[in-house]
């Protein structure tokens, strides 16, 4: 049975979008908060989805792809991405116009190459785990060649249904219509992408799941409920996120 009377077009676009929302109950319906046709961009994201990634039920790029045309949203599955395997990926990467989003101290902040960009750009995202982002970025000697850059943002999470590390790190989802929103010099973007994610969170509070506080959060008001980590590199972590320290 399908959620309501849009879908047999919506269910049409999701799967040509390679989408793979399913169909909701009708009073938890995705579709009236999705855009009727997808959002006019120059900027082409690649997603590069860790494989752990692709099985969650609620993940956000399904939501994200949904809102965006289908060239303009290529989502790549794996952990491990080579010249000889991924040809197109390599090129995109040696492309001067790719900019890959991951935060560190080689990262230059995203507004400030927008205001220098004229051409339109390729940005790669990475969506994960913060381990599994950094296993990523790390391992792959492709995602070493675009112009690295960050989001400079003090903006909290409105996925509040799964745990963040910190109070300001964002889904996959929110990266993107915030990175959108920059780079298309655009704010109605982030609105458009943001309101499935709202009505998705909105729609599991109703249904009883629980609202999710950040690690961050949790630890610094002692409400850290899980055992404290043996390993001393994660229990270093753990006490810069009670000291508010950049991690």
Sequence with gaps: MLCCVNCTTMRKVLWELSCQIQCRPQKVCLCPFL?????????????????????????????????????????????????????????????????????GAEATNL??????SSSPSVMIIIDGTWSQAKDIFYKNSLFRLPKQVQLKTNISSQYVIRTQPTNTCLSTLECAAVALTIMEKNKSIQETILRPLQALCSFQLQHGAQIHHSKEHLLRNGLYDKPMPKNKRKLRRMELLVNNVKI
Excluded: W
Aim: some cysteine; hydrophobic content about 40%; charged content about 25%.
């Design 35 to 103: 855009p009727i046709h997808p959002l006019k961009v120059s900027t082409c994201l690649y997603i590069i989805q860790h494989p752990a990634e692709e099985n969650r039920v609620l993940r956000t790029v399904p939501l994200l792809a949904a809102c965006l045309p289908p060239d303009k949203c290529k989502i790549l599955v794996g952990r491990r991405f080579s010249e000889d395997r991924y040809p197109e990926l390599a090129t995109v990467c040696r492309n001067p116009n790719t900019l890959i989003l991951y935060p």
């Design 111 to 116: 507004e400030e190459v927008a205001v220098m």
